[in-house]
C-alpha cells in the first residue's frame, strides 16, 4: 500500500486515467493537472492548478509516456489549457521527490539533474508487455489498409528486440510468412529456431519486391529510398518506431506507397490493457522507492 505517498500526475492520455484508478485504490493521495475535463469520484484525488500548487511535499510525480516536448510542455488529453514541467516547480520539490517518465529527452534530463528521473519504458518488463498490445495494433492496421489477407502474405518485420520479437511472432501465429531483417548472427540463429525466416538488413533490397508488408520496429532509416524503389506499388509499410520512425515517408509518398507512421498504438487501440500494464509497473517502483 502506498499510504501517505503525495503523488502528482502531470498529464497523460487514457491510459493514465487506469494509472490514477490503481494509485487512488492504493491509499495514495493523488494530485492531478491536466484532466480538467475528467471527472473523479475518489476522494484521495484531487485535481490541482500547476501554478498553484505546494510540491514541498511531494514524493514523485509521474508524467506520460512521451514525457515532455524538448520546451518542457506535456501532454494534457483531458484539458484545452497547456501544461509545462519547469524546472523551477522541480525546485520546490523536495531532493528526494522521483520523477517517473515513459521516455525522456535532453530537457527533461536537464531540469532533472538534481532530482531522480526514472524512464520506465527503458525497463524490460513494462517494454515486453507493452509490445503485446503494440503488435496487435500492428495486424489491425495491416488488416484495414491491405486487400488482402494476412494469412499466406508476405510480411518483413524490421528489427527484432523487444517489440520486434512480438510481432513477428503475431503476424506467423495468424499464418504470415514471416521474415525478420536483422544484424546479429545470434538473431539469425533465433529467427530461424521460431520457424522463421531470417535474413541481414544488408540483404532486404532483394526481397523487397515480393514483400506485402513491411513493419519497421527500428528507430533508424532503415526503410530508405533504395528498398523503397525496390519495393512493388502495393506494399504497405507500418512503421511503429519511436518518433520520428525509421522510413523516408517522402520517398513513399513520391512511389505511391502507403506508409503509416503509428505511434503511441497501445494507447490509441488498448488503452485500458496499456493502463493497466503502466501501473502494475509504477505500484511495486513506487512502494520499492518511496519507504514511509
Not at 523551477?88 to 531522480?116: A, Q, V, W
Not at 533508424?220 to 518506431?241: C, F, G, H, R, Y
Amino acid at each position: 500500500m502506498l499510504t501517505n505517498l503525495n503523488i502528482l500526475v502531470l498529464g497523460g492520455d487514457r491510459r493514465y486515467l487506469e494509472v490514477i484508478k490503481k494509485l487512488s485504490t492504493s491509499n495514495a493521495n493523488v494530485y492531478v493537472a491536466g484532466f480538467d475535463k475528467q471527472h473523479f469520484i475518489n476522494e484521495n484525488i484531487k485535481k490541482i492548478e500547476l501554478t498553484k500548487f505546494d510540491s514541498t511535499k511531494l514524493h514523485a510525480i509521474l508524467l506520460p509516456v512521451s514525457g515532455t516536448s524538448n520546451k518542457g510542455e506535456v501532454l494534457a488529453t483531458y484539458s484545452d489549457r497547456p501544461l509545462k514541467l519547469t524546472k523551477e516547480f522541480l525546485n520546490k520539490t523536495p531532493k528526494n521527490c522521483i520523477i517517473y517518465t515513459g521516455i525522456t529527452n535532453p530537457y527533461l534530463d536537464d531540469i532533472s539533474k538534481e532530482r531522480t528521473l526514472i524512464p520506465i519504458f527503458k525497463r524490460d518488463d513494462i517494454a515486453i508487455r507493452n509490445s503485446i498490445p503494440t503488435a496487435e495494433a500492428a495486424l489491425q492496421l495491416a488488416i484495414q489498409h491491405t486487400d488482402i489477407t494476412i494469412h499466406h502474405s508476405e510480411v518483413c518485420v524490421l528489427g527484432f528486440g523487444r517489440v520486434g520479437m512480438t510481432v513477428a511472432r503475431l503476424f506467423a501465429n495468424v499464418g504470415a510468412n514471416v521474415t525478420v531483417a536483422v544484424r546479429k548472427s545470434a538473431d539469425i540463429a533465433r529467427i530461424f529456431e521460431m520457424g522463421l525466416h531470417p535474413i541481414y538488413f544488408k540483404n532486404i533490397n532483394e526481397i523487397a519486391p515480393k514483400i506485402d508488408v513491411f513493419i519497421n520496429t527500428v528507430p533508424q532509416m532503415v526503410v530508405d529510398s533504395d528498398l523503397i524503389q525496390k519495393m512493388n506499388l502495393e506494399t504497405l509499410i507500418i512503421d511503429v518506431a519511436s518518433e520520428p520512425g525509421g522510413t523516408d515517408f517522402k520517398a513513399a509518398e513520391k512511389r505511391g506507397i502507403k506508409a503509416l507512421l503509428a505511434l503511441g498504438l497501445p494507447g490509441k487501440t488498448a488503452p485500458k490493457s496499456a493502463g493497466n500494464i503502466i501501473a502494475e509497473t509504477l505500484l511495486p517502483l513506487l512502494n520499492d522507492n518511496h519507504n514511509l
